[in-house]
């Protein structure tokens, strides 16, 4: 993508018309096919290095997201009065709150899911038809029609339909919602939930679902849990990039189409690497938003977030899904003379009518596997995070082997299995996939996942043991001419790695 010719589009919009995330932000639109109808919002960032959750089981502390909001701004919005739910008990306006606010959420505990206090990451307002949903208690809540709200048989959205182009999940006479009346009808009274398991309940029953003719303000935000609680029901959220790990969704075109850039982000971090409290940790980039997006061709954010983490002696990697990251090859090198450098792509499977129909929108799998093999040249260690495996599709003995076979061909330094992760959000889009593409396998994802986000442990042992026991008969990461590709400062990884326990690494 040439950036150099593209016409800027004058776009000076009323302050009150900016997402909040946006107020002071830069507005602009470039005049080009692949990114008609997306804007992009120029910020000044307050810090660079983002703190991975003590709670995380992922080998690194330390994330760099110089992009925010672009592949995965959320369409699911409620009315500006809705009240959320805060971490003291009280209740606010989804309209008031801000970046920081404490609030509940819930998180999986097995087979159950139970509150947890949680933080709003991003928070922003659009415009959309609005629809009313009244339920058995004689309450209502007014959100878009892409609003997913969590049931009895979960996540629903407020409409849809059985066949079409709308089929998905949606509310109807028999979804009765999780949620906390009692706290609902006192939002003064300070109380806690955390660690109450999420319950439905009849009075949450929706008894209508009407539209409202007329379009208004809407809120949503992104929250560390992927949800909040929205007068007194459980309500889904943005979950960046967490729910699209098989979409490329770079330009934004599935969503709000909107792109957060933090213009400063290298000088901000220089800032933070110059600490005397820093103390050189491993920093992982490409964990939540892939820093090669192809915006990237135009802010060239990346070539100075490089050289700032070799010039404070600090370790990083990188994980992309693209090829624009081979731009920034010679710095790469540079850095790595300097300081610990790994990096890795991200190829789940190497059959070509399967990549065309699960991710259309991505280079291809040869094309990443090129990318490995330049960066290993270059004398940059790369690995490949083998994710997603998809059950039943891509975890045949045969297709295995052939996906390690390529991946050690490309002179890969290791390879890391994920199977596939249904999050909610992800679960809906790929479900919605099979069910029009492999009718067949619903049942065996249905009996295999049933409601949980990931596939048994004895499952993921079992994949994780079959590629291991391949990654040694194609010699994965023994005919590397690099150093070994590293998420974090250790030895030389084995040729395998399991993915981390109950977390997936995510590039959008």
């Not at 792109?259 to 005397?276: D, G, M």
């Not at 990188?318 to 090829?323: M, P, Q, R």
């Amino acid at each position: 993508m040439r950036w150099d010719t593209l016409r800027l589009v004058d776009v000076e919009p009323a302050d009150g018309a900016l997402p909040l995330f946006a107020k002071g932000a830069v507005v602009r639109q470039f005049d080009t096919p692949g990114f008609r109808g997306i804007t992009f919002y120029e910020i000044q960032a307050r810090s660079a290095l983002n703190r991975v959750p003590e709670a995380s089981q992922v080998p690194f502390r330390w994330t760099v997201n110089p992009y925010r909001g672009c592949s995965h701004a959320c369409v699911y919005c409620l009315a500006s009065d809705t009240p959320i739910l805060m971490a003291d008990g009280r209740t606010r306006p989804i309209a008031e709150l801000e970046i920081g606010d404490a609030i509940y959420g819930t998180e999986g505990d097995g087979q159950a899911r139970r509150y947890a206090v949680t933080e709003v990451l991003a928070h922003w307002s659009t415009v959309k038809p609005a629809f009313r949903i009244t339920l058995a208690d004689g309450r209502t809540l007014v959100a878009s029609d892409d609003h997913r709200f969590l049931t009895k048989r979960g996540w629903e959205h407020v409409i849809g339909a059985g066949r079409g182009p709308m089929r998905r999940p949606h509310l109807g006479p028999k979804s009765e919602l999780a949620g906390v009346e009692e706290i609902a009808k006192a939002p003064t009274e300070a109380a806690s939930i955390e660690g109450t398991p999420v319950v439905t309940s009849a009075g949450l029953r929706v008894v209508s679902v009407e539209a409202l003719g007329t379009d208004i303000a809407m809120y949503d935000m992104t929250t560390g849990t992927g949800d909040f609680v929205a007068d007194g029901v459980v309500s889904h959220n943005c979950f960046a990039r967490k729910t699209h790990e098989y979409l490329d969704l770079d330009s934004g075109h599935d969503f709000d189409t909107k792109i957060v850039v933090k213009v400063n982000v290298a000088e901000r971090l220089r800032a933070e690497l110059a600490r005397p409290s820093w103390q050189r940790e491993h920093v992982a980039l490409g964990t939540n938003v892939d820093p090669y997006q192809r915006a990237e061709g135009r802010y060239e954010l990346m070539p100075d977030i490089i050289s700032a983490l070799a010039d404070g002696g600090t370790p990083f990697s990188i994980l992309t899904k693209g090829t624009l990251i081979l731009r920034d090859l010679e710095r790469l090198a540079a850095a790595a003379a300097r300081v610990d450098v790994g990096t890795a792509v991200s190829v789940g499977f190497v059959d070509e009518g399967l990549w065309r129909s699960v991710e259309p929108g991505t280079p291809s799998p040869a094309r990443r596997l090129a990318v490995c093999r330049a960066l290993n040249d270059a004398g940059i260690g790369c690995g490949v995070l083998m994710a997603p495996i998809l059950p039943y599709l891509t975890d045949s003995p045969e297709m295995l082997d052939a996906t390690v076979g390529a991946i050690a061909a490309a002179g890969a330094t290791h390879v890391t299995p994920i199977v596939l992760h249904l999050r909610p959000g992800a679960r809906e889009w790929y479900s919605g996939w099979l069910r029009e593409h492999r009718a067949d396998l619903v049942p065996r994802y249905r009996e295999l996942y049933g409601d949980r986000s990931y596939a048994p442990k004895s499952y993921q042992t079992q994949i994780a043991e079959q590629v291991q026991a391949l990654a040694a008969k194609h010699n994965v990461g023994r005919s590397s001419s690099a150093g070994p590709g590293r998420w974090r400062r250790t030895k030389a990884p084995p040729a395998t790695r399991p993915g981390p326990a109950g977390e997936q690494l995510t590039i959008c």
